[in-house]
């Protein structure tokens, strides 16, 4: 069965700080990988998104993510964290045949500290 | 473009009623639209996936008749949950495919989610 490992549960850093938040999939055909975010209490928002091209692939925010086909993973990226990255992050990936269903990751929850 | 509504963002209704969520497409078609559920501190799971003109197809676990889902329109879905229990309070999220979507660009635009408090 698809899965989708997101193994950082939760992650406590301090403002400017590096981040970078692991998501790796089971999947061996074409797939398409994104990374959502959900701030408290809000709804998912779209960070960014790989469909084909280039596998390091900027977002909205300062995040970046890069698609590692040999290792199947999509890790995202930010060189420096606000507090107001406070939030819980979502890696998803999608096939691109049958049904194009979504695989959410189980989240991972940063807390930046100002 | 490509925005997802949902209606209403929240309820709250009493044991053994039934609550309806709509889940509508503003700007595009949605051959297929998804119903998720997100419980506290959780992720998004996959209820069902729902084809205009056709039945859902719902994932392993879910109970069909529990959770009604119609896609009548290109535009619109809708998630009834029959006779609610206290353990069917969640957040219920929809998200829409555009009908042009090819299987190389295979993007859900996500509605704001619907909160359901069962009493």
């Known amino acids: 069965a698809q899965s989708v490992s997101q193994h950082n549960h939760h992650v406590i850093l301090s403002e400017a700080a590096s981040l970078e938040l692991g998501c790796n999939y089971s999947y061996g055909g074409t797939v398409n990988l994104f990374w959502y975010v959900q701030y408290p209490g809000q709804h998912l928002q779209l960070l960014l998104k790989?469909?084909?091209?280039?596998?390091l692939v900027k977002g909205i925010k300062g995040f970046e993510a890069e698609f590692i086909k040999s290792k199947f993973s999509f890790n995202l990226r930010k060189p420096s964290v606000q507090w107001s990255d406070t939030a819980e992050y979502f890696c998803?990936?999608?096939?691109?045949?049958?049904?194009?269903?979504?695989?959410f990751g189980t989240g991972t929850r940063l807390k930046v500290l100002a | 473009g490509a925005v997802v509504s949902q209606h209403p963002s929240w309820v709250i209704c009493k044991s053994g009623t039934s609550v309806k969520i709509e889940c509508r497409s503003l700007d595009f078609q949605a051959t297929t639209m998804f119903w998720y559920r997100q419980f506290p501190k959780q992720s998004l799971m996959l209820m069902a996936t729902?084809?205009?003109?056709?039945?859902?197809?719902?994932e392993q676990g879910v109970e069909k008749d529990k959770f009604l889902i119609n896609h009548a329109s290109l535009t619109l879905s809708t998630l009834t949950v029959t006779s609610a229990h206290p353990e069917d309070s969640s957040f219920y999220i929809c998200s829409a495919r555009e009908v042009w979507a090819s299987g190389l660009y295979n993007e859900q635009f996500f509605g704001p989610g619907t909160r359901l408090t069962v009493l």
């Open positions: 998803a990936v999608s096939q691109n045949s049958g049904t194009y269903k979504y695989i």
């Open positions: 729902s084809n205009e003109g056709s039945k859902a197809t719902y």
């Open positions: 790989y469909f084909s091209g280039d596998p």
